[in-house]
């Protein structure tokens, strides 16, 4: 799953933008989760990724909210 970047997230409708968030918090668990049992993750910079777009859809999430966009 490639990152998402910001004109993706604006044109996303917030019904979108959460599904997306349940999606990718699920894919960092099992990351995560991978890392913890000792486990070799293919891509380690994937952890990462996945918080930073999370954090991002967030911040588009509550400036919609705001009503600053």
Known sequence: ???????????????????????LRNE???ERSLVAGGGAIEKPGRIRELRRTIA???TYRNLRKLGKI
């Open 1 to 23: 799953m490639p990152i998402l970047r910001k004109k993706q997230i604006r044109k996303m409708s917030n019904d979108e933008i959460k599904k997306k968030l349940n999606d």
């Open 28 to 30: 960092l668990a099992k």
């Open 56 to 58: 991002r859809l967030l």
